[in-house]
C-alpha cells in the first residue's frame, strides 16, 4: 500500500539552528512533492513544490530536496525562528486507474523552536 | 485570508442529524478538495470537484457526499452523523490539478454530541 511517513515525534531545535525534516514514501511514483505548514487549528499553508526532475529547490531560508531513488524527501529551514514552530507536512498526489485521486499528506513532524 | 472561505467555522450538532458545510473557493480556482482532519489519522483526503464534476474520490463515507455548484462554491453534506465523525473539516482550491498548491481555508470544527 502507498505510505507517507514522516517523524511522528517532535522536533526539538534552538534557535538559530537550521532544522531538518524528513518525508519517506513507498509505492508512489510522483511528479511532484509539496510540503505545507500547519498551525494548531488553522488551514494548512503552502510552501513549496519541488517536481521529480528538481533536485533542490529554495525559496527564503527554505530548501527542499526530492532523491527519487531513495524515495525521500528533505525539508530544511535555516536559522530557525521561534515563530516557524508549527506541524510540516509533507504531501503526494496518488494515482489510480482514474487518474489523479487527491493530495495525499503525511501525518506531519511537530517542529519546536526553543529561543 | 487565504482566500477560501469556510462557513461555518463551528458547528455543534447530534447524533443522527445532517449538516451541511460550505466552501468558497479562491478566485480564479476550479477545483475544491474536502478534507477530514482528526487527531489520531491527520488529513484525510474526502472529494475533488472540478468546475462543477467529479474528479477523484477519497476515503469518502457513503453517508457524505458533496456537489459543486455553477459559480464554483462547494458543499459537503454530512447525514446520519455519529460520535466519530467530529473533526475539522477543510476545503481546499487550485487552479486545475494542484500543481501550483493548494490553497485551504481555515476550516469548519464539526462536534458531534
Known amino acids: 500500500s502507498q505510505k507517507i511517513e514522516q517523524n511522528s515525534e517532535a522536533l526539538n531545535i534552538q534557535e538559530g539552528k537550521t532544522a531538518t525534516l524528513t518525508c519517506n514514501y513507498t509505492?508512489?511514483?510522483?511528479?511532484?512533492l509539496q510540503w505545507y505548514r500547519q498551525d494548531p487549528g488553522r488551514g494548512p499553508v503552502f510552501l513549496l513544490l519541488?517536481?521529480?526532475?528538481?533536485k533542490e529547490k529554495r525559496k527564503e531560508r527554505l530548501k527542499v530536496t526530492f532523491d527519487t531513488t531513495l524515495k525521500q524527501s528533505l525539508f530544511h529551514i535555516t536559522a530557525s525562528q521561534p515563530a516557524d514552530s508549527a506541524t510540516y507536512l509533507c504531501?503526494?498526489?496518488?494515482?489510480?486507474?482514474?487518474?489523479?485521486?487527491?493530495?495525499?499528506f503525511g501525518k506531519g513532524t511537530h517542529l519546536i523552536i526553543q529561543p | 485570508d487565504s482566500g477560501v472561505t469556510q462557513t461555518p467555522k463551528h458547528l455543534i450538532t447530534a447524533t443522527g442529524q445532517r449538516v451541511t458545510l460550505r466552501c468558497s473557493p479562491r478566485?480564479?480556482?476550479?477545483?475544491v478538495y474536502w478534507y477530514q482532519q482528526s487527531l489520531d489519522q491527520g488529513l484525510q483526503f474526502l472529494i475533488q470537484?472540478?468546475?462543477?464534476?467529479?474528479?477523484a474520490k477519497g476515503n469518502i463515507l457513503e453517508r457524505f457526499s458533496a456537489q459543486q455548484f455553477p459559480d464554483l462554491h462547494s458543499e459537503l453534506n454530512l447525514s446520519s452523523l455519529e460520535l466519530g465523525d467530529s473533526a475539522l473539516y477543510f476545503c481546499?482550491?487550485?487552479?486545475?490539478?494542484?500543481?501550483?498548491?493548494?490553497?485551504f481555508g481555515s476550516g469548519t470544527r464539526l462536534t458531534v454530541v
Open positions: 481546499a482550491s487550485s487552479e486545475g490539478q494542484g500543481t501550483y498548491g493548494y490553497t
Open positions: 478566485s480564479g480556482d476550479l477545483s
Open positions: 504531501a503526494l498526489e496518488a494515482y489510480s486507474g482514474g487518474g489523479a485521486d487527491g493530495l495525499t
Open positions: 509505492n508512489y511514483s510522483p511528479a511532484y
Open positions: 470537484y472540478y468546475n462543477g464534476e467529479e474528479r
Open positions: 519541488i517536481r521529480e526532475n528538481e
